[in-house]
């Protein structure tokens, strides 16, 4: 008799698609703007963008909220920017015992990249 166990399989991440397309193609539709002007305006903060960042930068692509909550503002109000950052669709978390996991999605920033569209070049 085995002592080998059948793992279940994880389903793949899902591809976060571009929701508008470049801004020099066409313009956006109303439904398109307001989730564009959503995950800027996340951005629109100093002390979010900051956060972005430093997850995005982070070793490995994630980052513990132990390790980035010194932005200058108290950890109640860094759970509130990281909650925007979230509900944006900017960031996704993990919880692992007591700590929380964020990590940027390659593909959020791929989407924001294919926005700007020539704007990036």
Not at 2 to 16: D, F, G, H, R, Y
Not at 25 to 50: C, N, Q, Y
Not at 58 to 80: K, L, M, N, Y
Request: glycine share 6%; aromatic share 4%.
């Amino acid at each position: 008799m085995s002592n080998v166990k059948a793992l279940p399989l994880l389903a793949p991440e899902p591809v976060v698609e571009p929701c508008c397309p470049p801004l020099t193609e066409r313009p956006l539709t109303a439904e398109e703007a307001v989730r564009t002007a959503a995950m800027f305006k996340a951005l629109g903060d100093p002390v979010r963008l900051r956060l972005f960042s430093l997850v995005a930068s982070h070793e490995g692509g994630e980052a513990c909220v132990c390790d980035i909550s010194d932005v200058g503002v108290s950890q109640p109000t860094v759970s509130h920017h990281l909650k925007k950052l979230k509900e944006a669709g900017l960031l996704t978390s993990e919880r692992r015992g007591t700590w929380v996991y964020y990590r940027v999605e390659p593909s959020v920033l791929a989407a924001m990249g294919h926005i700007l569209g020539r704007y990036a070049t």
